[in-house]
Structures are given as C-alpha cells and as structure tokens.
C-alpha cells in the first residue's frame, strides 16, 4: 500500500481540520540573531528574522533546555552565512553536543561544509545535516553572492558522507529568479554522492528583495524536476519542503509530488490531504523537520 508522510513542525501553526500541530514541537535557532553576511537576492536575512536568536553557546545550551522541557522534539541551528558561504559553527561544537544529548533531534544548516567542520558535526552527534545544493555557477555568483562553484556544493555532501552523517539535501528550484537553472546538476550531485534524502523547495518571492516580484517556475517545469528526481534517486525517500509559493501554485505543485511518487510533504493544504486519502494512501504526520525524512 501507498504511503505518505507530512510534515508539520511547530514553527509554524498547522491545522488542516484533520490534524493540528503543536506549538514548539521544533524551533528553527540562528546562532548568528538577524547577522548575514551573504544577502542572498532571494532572502536579503528575512528568514533569519524569523528565527529564535542563539547567538552565544551558553545561549543555545540554555535555550535548548528550556525548549526541551516544553515538550519541543527537534530543532534547526542554522545562521546567517559568512563570505566563504559557511555558518560560523565551530565554536558551537562543545554546545551543540550538550543539546543532541538532551534527546532533541538536531538538524544542523551548515552552509557549505568543509571537512573539519564535517568532522566537528560528527562528534557532536548532531541527527542530520541540511546541505543546499546548486547546480549553476551563475546562480551561485549572482544570487548568493560567492565566488564558489558547483563543485564546492558537491564536496560539501561528499564531506558529509566522508564524516558519516546524515545528510539531507536540498534543492531550491527556481532559485535564479525563477529560472531553471543547475536543477538537475544537482539531482546529478545526489545520485553521485548519495544522501539519506532529499528536499525539493520552490522559490518563494519575499517582499522587500530584489526578487519580490519574481514569477515562480511553471508548473510543468517543477513536474518535470519531480520526474526525473524520482526517476534518478528511486532508493532516496524524496520530501517536498516547506517553502513555496502561497494559494493555488502551492496546491498544484503539492498534487505534482504525490504523482511524482514523493514520500513526504510539508504542512501540505487540505486538498492535498484529501487527494492521498482518495487514491488509498497510508498517512502518517510528523511534528519535526522534513529533513529527518529516512
């Protein structure tokens, strides 16, 4: 029988009439605050306003305690990027192995991964790394503003594999201005390098960016994405992430992973819930990131 998992971390509020989540059930921590050195063209550091500031180790320690004694299963430590395109996590080390042992799953956004940072991650224990993935040297100049190369983002998975983590990938399509560009490199890096799964997001234009008024990728040009995503990774489990466009391009890209064979999909609208049950699918929600997908 078909099955399907969705995603509903507390971070943000979800009820679909069928389920509702709880509040802080998993916490997305910035250990950098609003601090961003990058300014990528499609965030300029609005989702890190989003965010609960950690900018300490003590703090994080603190506050993952605190988390956990609410109830919170999980959380993500991420941060604004630094010029090299790493989140400054090596003096976090020592902290992030304090929260793994309070029995939170740890999601770790590390930026671009190098192998002393991989090692550091390993032996904090740390569930899984979420590692973007970009296919496209002038995506990687013009939006994220580095000097870096798609070979960068492919050792970077490889440097989580050397260490023996877990690492669940993420593709951000449409990420050059809403054109497709080094998608399916990307998908090319997975299927090279392996990953424990694998996160499909769409560009979601934010207000106040220099791509607020971006048009998202056509529908059909995302199903084709989704196709050849299952078809190239048939043993990755596949999750359709949180981030994508609001209202009907939501639902319609929703509908287009369940028939590409997805296995999860995150806070998913009720017409997509209704949509599984109809063709018989087994459901099951999980209150935690989509990147501890297995």
């Not at 040009?221 to 050849?228: C, E, G, M, P, Y």
């Not at 929703?254 to 028939?259: G, I, Q």
């Not at 806070?267 to 999980?286: H, I, K, N």
Request: glycine share 8%; net charge neutral.
């Amino acid at each position: 029988m078909n099955k399907i998992a969705f995603y509903a971390p507390g971070v943000r509020h979800y009820d679909n009439g069928l389920y509702q989540n709880s509040a802080h059930s998993f916490v997305n921590i910035s250990i950098t605050g609003s601090a961003c050195q990058c300014r990528c063209e499609h965030c300029r550091g609005q989702l890190l306003n989003t965010m609960v500031a950690a900018a300490e180790p003590e703090l994080l320690v603190k506050l993952a305690a605190d988390l956990r004694r609410r109830g919170c299963r999980g959380v993500l430590i991420s941060g604004g990027a630094c010029r090299d395109g790493s989140v400054p996590l090596q003096r976090f080390a020592g902290a992030l192995q304090e929260v793994a042992a309070l029995g939170l799953a740890v999601v770790v956004h590390p930026g671009l991964l190098t192998n002393e940072l991989a090692q550091v991650l390993a032996q904090a224990a740390v569930t899984r790394v979420a590692l973007d993935l970009i296919g496209d040297s002038d995506t990687i100049r013009k939006v994220y503003h580095l000097t870096r190369t798609p070979e960068d983002y492919q050792n970077s998975l490889r440097a989580a594999r050397l260490a023996g983590l877990k690492a669940s990938p993420h593709i951000v399509i449409g990420l050059h201005y809403g054109e497709i560009r080094g998608e399916y490199e990307a998908l090319k890096m997975v299927a090279a390098e392996g990953a424990e799964s694998l996160v499909l997001v769409l560009l979601n234009p934010l207000r106040n960016t220099p791509m607020g008024a971006v048009v998202p990728p056509p529908a059909e040009s995302v199903a084709k994405i989704f196709k050849t995503a299952r078809e190239l990774l048939p043993a990755i489990p596949l999750a359709l992430g949180c981030a994508r466009p609001p209202g009907l391009y939501a639902r319609t890209i929703e509908r287009l992973a369940v028939e590409a064979g997805f296995d999860a999909i995150a806070y998913p609208a009720r017409e997509t819930v209704d949509y599984v049950y109809s063709l018989g699918y087994t459901v099951t929600y999980q209150e935690t990131c989509c990147g501890l997908l297995a």
